[in-house]
């Protein structure tokens, strides 16, 4: 969602901000603004509706005098549409305070209705301006810029993290969080605030995390963490695993693309140093160890949207491997139907920034709920690690791009590193057979280094497919979940229907789509396998063929028995069938970026669409 740089110390704040805002634009957003105190201690704003190039013309034609300290956000809108007004930051205390904040203010109705009846009025139909005019109230109050935010904090209910400047208090940004993320950025004789650590990752590499229910002030040579009531809090560094170049395009044409030319090295990466002599190595379960994995009688993983898909090929993989009932709930449905579990379930969620609010929620309801947790998460410090009793992180270095792509693939390895772990403390797996599974994770990077070659001509097969208005995705088994991750880039990124159904239910109801022209992906399972479905998915190709569809389909190399019924084939590397998900999915999000590319649209930034969903 929303993006949030802070900034004080010596250098230029409206660069610093600006180079910020630019780097979290990958969050989706509809409108950007800075709030700077310059170097004659007055507090100045620029704010625009569109996107940061509309602030930053403004900013050339019109400059304001720079300074020291200052405030940037991305707006991505809730209460009230994307205008000028709307957009942040928000002014307090006529005009000297300025406040950027993400998230949702519960209550803020009756907060505004109380400010009416005292005189305020408002210039937005934001939620943020009632805080920014609270704030403001409080600082003339107190004239302490901390204790302000404490007195503002204590009647706000709802998501947020606030920053807040004074033009009496140059040199210091006060930020406060709940149940939205900010994270401190350590300089020398600098100090930065940021939703996540992309905002300043090109100036340190230091962070610091901050707690659920705290505020912090920073000031060029000092930070100050303290909880709501003003206690002072104990806090952790750590360093940021990237650096700037990471999150960078390196000549690549979008992010997209370029991500999903780094999913052998998502892989490799969540692979690294958990794999030796046969053996799957976890250390960073910590309290969830043996005795407590045998223990466990249930697994529910949680997850939204792609992560939940990745989630899917969990259970195939676990209950497969552990023989442990395993399934999936999407996290915004999990906690509000009142699920059954205890001290022996384990919840494993899945989110690549760690900030997913329906996942972080589920999380904190499911601890209420004496559950055991575990995340599996990209992104250093983040909340829903924080929350979890341990954490597999994937280490597929940052993901701009809106869409997921490779950290799709990383999930699912870092789930099928549980699933052979779990088998190995339960026993439900020889040695022999933990390594034979081993050594085909281990070859995944390069033969997916394999599928990008040999996917160089989708691009042509999406070109001719430019005004295609319907695809739909056809699985079985593993190939299900695939199925969906299809459909699911290919609405996100073209802005066309597409649907992922299970191939066996095509004829309760699907097939009733099926029309002469009609594009359908299958993604057909090996015909090595003695218990493949491979016969019955080629039935389904030769039933939707019969009724004029055409056909693309996924299938591994050498499969002569597709070719007859296929209209196209996408060959993958031969894999055992558990792990050619990881193969087949990457020609799917391929496809979903060309056929966009074809029709002109940003693949970076789809429409109505944040990268991190951080507000319910």
């Not at 950025?185 to 100036?203: M, P």
């Not at 034979?436 to 281990?442: H, R």
């Not at 084939?569 to 966009?596: G, T, Y």
């Amino acid at each position: 969602m929303c993006g949030i740089v802070g900034y004080v110390g010596p250098n230029s704040s409206i660069d610093v901000l600006l180079r910020g805002l630019s780097r979290l634009e990958y969050r989706g957003y509809d409108s950007a603004g800075v709030a700077v105190i310059g170097t004659d201690a007055h507090l100045r704003t620029r704010k625009h509706a569109g996107k940061l190039k509309v602030l930053l013309d403004e900013l050339k034609a019109s400059p304001i005098q720079d300074g020291q300290t200052g405030i940037g956000h991305t707006r991505w809108a809730t209460h009230g549409g994307p205008t000028d007004g709307n957009a942040h930051p928000h002014l307090g205390d006529a005009g000297k305070l300025a406040l950027i904040h993400n998230g949702i203010i519960e209550n803020f109705a009756s907060l505004k209705e109380e400010l009416l009846l005292d005189g305020e009025t408002f210039t937005s139909e934001t939620d943020s301006e009632v805080v920014a005019i609270m704030a403001g109230r409080a600082y003339r109050e107190t004239g302490d810029l901390t204790r302000a935010m404490r007195e503002v904090v204590a009647r706000l209910e709802g998501a947020f993290t606030l920053l807040i400047v004074h033009e009496d208090r140059p040199g210091e940004v006060v930020g406060a969080r709940r149940n939205s993320p900010l994270v401190i950025g350590l300089g020398d004789g600098e100090n930065f605030l940021g939703s996540d650590v992309a905002a300043f990752v090109e100036f340190t590499r230091r962070a610091v995390e901050i707690g659920q229910d705290q505020i912090v002030t920073i000031r060029p040579d000092s930070v100050e963490v303290t909880d709501f009531d003003g206690n002072p809090v104990e806090t952790r560094e750590y360093e940021i695993a990237w650096d700037a170049s990471a999150s960078e395009k390196g000549g690549w044409s979008s992010f997209m693309r370029k991500e999903i030319s780094e999913e052998p090295d998502a892989v490799a990466n969540t692979l690294r140093g958990r794999v030796h002599e046969g053996e799957v190595l976890l250390p960073e379960l910590g309290v969830l160890d043996d005795a407590v994995l045998a223990s466990l009688d249930r697994i529910v993983i949680i997850g939204c949207g792609t992560a939940a898909y990745a989630g899917m090929l969990g259970t195939y993989a676990i209950e497969s491997w552990a023989r442990i009932p395993v399934e999936v709930e999407l996290s915004h449905e999990f906690r509000y139907r009142n699920p059954v579990i205890n001290e022996r379930t384990l919840v494993v969620s899945i989110s690549q920034s760690g900030e997913t609010m329906d996942t972080l929620m589920a999380v904190k309801y499911a601890r209420g709920e004496g559950a055991r947790t575990l995340s599996i998460c990209n992104t250093q410090g983040s909340s829903i690690p924080r929350e979890s009793e341990a954490v597999l992180y994937t280490h597929a270095g940052p993901e701009v791009a809106v869409a997921s792509t490779k950290a799709f693939v990383a999930q699912v390895t870092a789930l099928y590193l549980l699933g052979l772990h779990l088998a190995s403390v339960r026993g439900t797996l020889s040695a022999d057979e933990i390594t034979a599974s081993i050594n085909e994770l281990l070859a995944i990077p390069g033969k997916l280094a394999d599928v990008l070659i040999a996917s160089a001509d989708i691009g042509q097969l999406a070109g001719w497919m430019a005004d295609t208005r319907s695809v739909l995705f056809l699985g079985r088994n593993v190939g299900f979940p695939v199925a969906l991750e299809g459909a699911l880039k290919l609405k996100e990124l073209a802005y066309i229907h597409a649907e992922g159904f299970a191939a066996g239910e095509l004829k309760h109801g699907p097939i009733a789509l099926i029309e002469p022209g009609q594009i359908v992906f299958v993604i057909v399972p090996s015909p090595r396998d003695p218990n493949s479905l491979h016969p019955k998915v080629v039935s389904n190709i030769q039933e939707i063929r019969a009724r004029g569809a055409r056909v693309i389909a996924i299938a591994e190399k050498g499969d002569a028995a597709v070719l007859p019924f296929a209209d196209e084939v996408i060959p993958i590397p031969l894999a055992a069938p558990m792990f050619e998900p990881l193969l087949a999915v990457v020609p799917l999000h391929i496809f979903a970026l060309e056929l966009a590319t074809a029709k002109g649209l940003d693949v970076d930034q789809p429409r109505n669409l944040a990268k991190s969903v951080t507000v319910e």
